[in-house]
Protein backbone atom coordinates (compact mmCIF):
# COMPACT_ATOMS: atom_id res chain seq x y z
CA UNK A 1 0.00 0.00 0.00
CA UNK A 2 1.12 3.26 -0.83
CA UNK A 3 2.13 5.60 2.34
CA UNK A 4 -0.01 8.73 2.99
CA UNK A 5 0.81 11.80 4.29
CA UNK A 6 -2.10 14.14 5.75
CA UNK A 7 -0.52 17.76 5.49
CA UNK A 8 -3.40 19.69 6.81
CA UNK A 9 -3.86 21.15 10.35
CA UNK A 10 -7.02 20.26 12.33
CA UNK A 11 -9.61 22.24 12.61
CA UNK A 12 -10.59 23.06 16.17
CA UNK A 13 -11.99 25.70 17.81
CA UNK A 14 -8.29 25.94 19.05
CA UNK A 15 -6.54 26.61 15.36
CA UNK A 16 -4.94 30.24 15.02
CA UNK A 17 -6.11 32.12 12.24
CA UNK A 18 -5.56 35.27 10.81
CA UNK A 19 -5.42 37.94 13.14
CA UNK A 20 -9.25 39.68 12.53
CA UNK A 21 -10.96 36.67 11.15
CA UNK A 22 -13.25 34.27 11.91
CA UNK A 23 -12.28 31.33 14.56
CA UNK A 24 -14.01 28.24 14.02
CA UNK A 25 -16.82 27.06 16.33
CA UNK A 26 -18.99 24.60 16.43
CA UNK A 27 -22.31 24.32 17.91
CA UNK A 28 -24.48 21.09 18.32
CA UNK A 29 -28.18 21.83 17.28
CA UNK A 30 -28.94 17.87 18.02
CA UNK A 31 -27.80 15.44 20.34
CA UNK A 32 -28.56 11.80 20.98
CA UNK A 33 -27.91 12.29 24.53
CA UNK A 34 -30.12 14.84 24.58
CA UNK A 35 -33.43 12.00 23.39
CA UNK A 36 -33.03 13.61 19.50
CA UNK A 37 -32.26 10.79 16.61
CA UNK A 38 -29.32 12.25 15.86
CA UNK A 39 -25.73 14.41 16.47
CA UNK A 40 -26.10 17.07 14.18
CA UNK A 41 -24.00 20.09 14.41
CA UNK A 42 -23.26 23.68 12.75
CA UNK A 43 -20.02 25.00 11.90
CA UNK A 44 -18.93 28.45 11.72
CA UNK A 45 -15.45 29.06 10.17
CA UNK A 46 -13.54 31.49 7.66
CA UNK A 47 -12.78 30.24 4.38
CA UNK A 48 -9.25 30.62 5.14
CA UNK A 49 -9.50 28.12 8.05
CA UNK A 50 -6.19 25.96 8.20
CA UNK A 51 -4.76 24.25 5.54
CA UNK A 52 -6.78 26.20 2.71
CA UNK A 53 -6.65 26.82 -1.39
CA UNK A 54 -6.93 30.81 -1.94
CA UNK A 55 -9.68 31.72 -4.79
CA UNK A 56 -8.76 34.58 -6.89
CA UNK A 57 -11.86 36.52 -5.66
CA UNK A 58 -9.99 36.84 -2.45
CA UNK A 59 -7.82 39.53 -3.95
CA UNK A 60 -9.75 40.81 -7.18
CA UNK A 61 -12.97 41.09 -7.59
CA UNK A 62 -13.27 39.69 -11.09
CA UNK A 63 -11.68 36.44 -9.77
CA UNK A 64 -12.67 33.02 -9.89
CA UNK A 65 -14.82 31.56 -6.46
CA UNK A 66 -13.57 28.04 -5.04
CA UNK A 67 -16.46 26.04 -7.58
CA UNK A 68 -14.97 27.04 -10.38
CA UNK A 69 -10.98 26.50 -9.63
CA UNK A 70 -9.33 24.32 -11.90
CA UNK A 71 -9.01 21.03 -10.27
CA UNK A 72 -6.56 19.45 -12.45
CA UNK A 73 -3.82 21.85 -10.79
CA UNK A 74 -5.34 19.97 -7.03
CA UNK A 75 -4.15 16.77 -8.09
CA UNK A 76 -0.95 15.38 -9.15
CA UNK A 77 2.92 15.14 -9.17
CA UNK A 78 4.40 17.25 -6.21
CA UNK A 79 7.66 18.09 -4.84
CA UNK A 80 8.13 18.48 -1.62
CA UNK A 81 11.60 20.85 -0.73
CA UNK A 82 12.80 22.05 3.14
CA UNK A 83 14.41 25.33 3.11
CA UNK A 84 16.33 26.98 6.19
CA UNK A 85 15.20 30.35 5.60
CA UNK A 86 13.79 31.73 8.80
CA UNK A 87 12.22 35.02 7.83
CA UNK A 88 12.18 37.57 4.81
CA UNK A 89 11.39 36.83 1.40
CA UNK A 90 11.98 33.14 -0.05
CA UNK A 91 14.11 33.42 -3.12
CA UNK A 92 15.42 30.25 -5.87
CA UNK A 93 19.03 30.57 -4.12
CA UNK A 94 17.47 29.26 -0.98
CA UNK A 95 16.86 26.07 -3.21
CA UNK A 96 20.03 25.26 -3.54
CA UNK A 97 21.49 23.04 -5.80
CA UNK A 98 18.46 20.08 -5.51
CA UNK A 99 17.28 19.05 -8.63
CA UNK A 100 13.81 20.19 -8.68
CA UNK A 101 13.42 20.07 -13.00
CA UNK A 102 10.04 18.97 -13.88
CA UNK A 103 8.28 19.50 -11.11
CA UNK A 104 4.51 20.87 -11.68
CA UNK A 105 3.76 21.54 -7.64
CA UNK A 106 6.10 22.62 -5.37
CA UNK A 107 5.38 22.20 -1.52
CA UNK A 108 8.32 24.52 0.38
CA UNK A 109 8.48 23.47 4.21
CA UNK A 110 9.71 25.66 6.93
CA UNK A 111 9.98 26.22 10.59
CA UNK A 112 6.28 27.13 10.74
CA UNK A 113 5.20 23.39 10.39
CA UNK A 114 6.91 22.33 13.76
CA UNK A 115 4.20 25.21 15.38
CA UNK A 116 1.56 23.82 16.91
CA UNK A 117 -2.01 24.75 15.61
CA UNK A 118 -2.98 27.00 18.18
CA UNK A 119 0.57 29.47 17.71
CA UNK A 120 0.40 32.25 15.18
CA UNK A 121 3.73 33.82 14.07
CA UNK A 122 3.89 36.47 11.65
CA UNK A 123 7.59 36.94 10.86
CA UNK A 124 7.25 33.90 9.10
CA UNK A 125 9.10 33.61 5.40
CA UNK A 126 7.42 34.51 2.30
CA UNK A 127 8.06 33.94 -1.57
CA UNK A 128 8.99 36.78 -3.13
CA UNK A 129 8.45 37.97 -6.77
CA UNK A 130 11.54 36.47 -8.35
CA UNK A 131 10.55 33.21 -6.74
CA UNK A 132 7.67 33.18 -8.53
CA UNK A 133 8.50 34.23 -11.46
CA UNK A 134 11.54 31.56 -11.39
CA UNK A 135 8.40 28.97 -10.72
CA UNK A 136 6.49 30.01 -13.94
CA UNK A 137 9.89 29.22 -15.87
CA UNK A 138 9.71 26.09 -14.66
CA UNK A 139 5.80 24.95 -15.70
CA UNK A 140 4.28 24.95 -12.47
CA UNK A 141 0.83 24.82 -11.78
CA UNK A 142 0.96 25.29 -7.59
CA UNK A 143 2.43 26.37 -4.85
CA UNK A 144 2.10 25.64 -1.58
CA UNK A 145 3.11 26.47 1.76
CA UNK A 146 3.04 25.94 5.44
CA UNK A 147 2.82 29.80 6.29
CA UNK A 148 -0.13 31.72 6.29
CA UNK A 149 -0.13 33.29 3.33
CA UNK A 150 2.65 33.41 -0.12
CA UNK A 151 2.94 37.72 0.75
CA UNK A 152 4.64 39.24 3.79
CA UNK A 153 2.04 39.38 6.78
CA UNK A 154 2.14 43.54 6.34
CA UNK A 155 1.80 43.35 2.26
CA UNK A 156 -1.80 44.97 1.97
CA UNK A 157 -1.14 44.76 -2.01
CA UNK A 158 -0.12 41.17 -1.56
CA UNK A 159 2.28 41.57 -4.47
CA UNK A 160 2.87 37.68 -4.98
CA UNK A 161 -1.24 37.01 -5.11
CA UNK A 162 -1.44 38.52 -7.45
CA UNK A 163 1.47 37.59 -9.58
CA UNK A 164 0.64 33.92 -9.14
CA UNK A 165 -2.15 34.77 -10.86
CA UNK A 166 -1.13 36.52 -13.52
CA UNK A 167 1.34 33.20 -14.04
CA UNK A 168 -1.46 30.91 -13.59
CA UNK A 169 -0.02 29.29 -10.45
CA UNK A 170 -2.89 28.46 -7.82
CA UNK A 171 -2.01 28.40 -3.94
CA UNK A 172 -2.30 26.53 -0.82
CA UNK A 173 -1.71 27.85 2.41
CA UNK A 174 -1.15 26.31 6.06
CA UNK A 175 0.12 23.00 5.28
CA UNK A 176 1.69 20.61 7.60
CA UNK A 177 4.87 19.57 6.34
CA UNK A 178 6.25 17.98 9.69
CA UNK A 179 7.60 14.49 9.16
CA UNK A 180 7.48 14.53 5.25
CA UNK A 181 10.73 13.60 3.85
CA UNK A 182 11.72 16.00 1.12
CA UNK A 183 11.00 14.11 -2.42
CA UNK A 184 8.61 13.30 -5.18
CA UNK A 185 4.74 12.47 -4.42
CA UNK A 186 1.31 12.71 -5.55
CA UNK A 187 -0.49 15.55 -3.92
CA UNK A 188 -4.24 15.38 -3.58
CA UNK A 189 -5.67 18.75 -1.95
CA UNK A 190 -9.42 19.69 -3.57
CA UNK A 191 -11.49 22.46 -2.92
CA UNK A 192 -14.96 22.77 -2.08
CA UNK A 193 -17.08 23.22 -4.25
CA UNK A 194 -18.47 26.51 -2.60
CA UNK A 195 -19.90 29.45 -4.82
CA UNK A 196 -18.82 32.88 -4.19
CA UNK A 197 -16.39 32.27 -1.77
CA UNK A 198 -12.91 33.61 -1.50
CA UNK A 199 -11.33 30.48 -0.63
CA UNK A 200 -12.07 27.16 0.65
CA UNK A 201 -10.51 24.90 3.52
CA UNK A 202 -9.45 20.94 2.13
CA UNK A 203 -8.03 17.78 3.51
CA UNK A 204 -4.49 17.86 1.86
CA UNK A 205 -2.77 14.41 1.19
CA UNK A 206 0.08 12.93 0.00
CA UNK A 207 1.05 9.79 -1.82
CA UNK A 208 4.26 8.22 -1.78
CA UNK A 209 5.48 5.81 -4.24
Not at 48 to 61: L, V
Not at 95 to 103: I, K, N, Q, S, V
Request: charged share 20%.
Amino acid sequence: MPQLYDISRTIAPELAVWPGDTPFSLQHVMRLSEGKSVNLTTLTLSAHTGTHADAPYHYTDDGAHPDTLPLEAYIGPAHVATITRQQGGIVPADFGRRDLGGMQRLLIHTWLSDQGDSQWRDDFPYPTPELVEWLAKAGVVLLGVDMPSVDRADDEKLICHHLLYERGIVNLENLLLRDVPDGSYELIALPLKIAGACGSPLRAVLRAG
